[in-house]
């Protein structure tokens, strides 16, 4: 005999994570105006002065404006801008074919969009690196990446109206951003929202 489950429970064991907008953020080209999920393959984009928060299996990040990442099942990946990262359980990064996961537990590391690249700044534990021009990165050790950004950081609905995505049925804001907030710091927060931006060769900075 065939079981069949509500679309809503088969829709929640596919998320990927819970993302909270802070400013203007659109997910697959529509604004995000309350917490809301997000699943594999979605497109995450923060305009400037805007950040947003995502946590969930295994992956806690702080996202500042002028950034663009896709989530997938496994990791994040970072195609413009920066990123607080705090992760768990095999979870990780990716910066084009560059993978950055922890090689124990857990690790705590930010990805910083400069002039002619990124930059790799690693806080708590170890970095297990693949592809990249070290092997492990410790806490206190960086690496440079050379690469441009690999996506036009100007959010889709703000190009051409698209409809904001609800909010999920349950407001879970405040939950979600205590615990990025913990495990990145507030300050981390602050310096995302006031300093970060996307970096170009001609003084713009947009990404190209």
Do not use: H
């Not at 002065?49 to 950034?67: E, F, H, K, Q, Y």
């Not at 359980?89 to 002619?116: H, T, V, W, Y």
């Amino acid at each position: 005999m065939a079981v069949l489950f509500p679309a809503s429970v088969m829709l929640a064991d596919t998320a990927t994570a819970m993302i909270t907008p802070m400013g203007d953020v659109a997910v697959n080209g529509s604004p995000v105006l309350q917490s809301t999920s997000v699943f594999p393959g979605d497109k995450i984009v923060t305009s400037t002065n805007s950040t947003a928060s995502i946590s969930g299996r295994g992956l806690s990040l702080l996202v500042p404006g002028n950034s663009v990442l896709v989530m997938s099942d496994k990791d994040v990946q970072l195609d413009c801008g920066s990123a607080l990262i705090n992760a768990t359980n095999g979870m990780g990064a990716r910066l084009s074919n560059i993978r950055l996961a922890p090689r124990d537990q857990n690790a705590r590391f930010e990805i910083r969009q400069e002039k002619s690249g990124f930059r790799v700044l690693a806080y708590d534990g170890v970095l297990n690196v693949t592809n990249g021009s070290v092997p492990t990165l410790a806490p206190g050790q960086t690496m440079f990446a050379a690469a441009g950004c690999a996506a036009d950081p100007t959010p889709d609905n703000q190009k051409r109206g698209a409809a904001p995505i609800p909010a999920a049925g349950t407001n879970v804001g405040a939950a979600v951003l205590l615990g990025v907030a913990i495990a990145g710091g507030l300050a981390a927060l602050v310096y995302f929202t006031t300093r970060s931006k996307c970096a170009s060769n001609d003084g713009s900075n947009a990404c190209k």
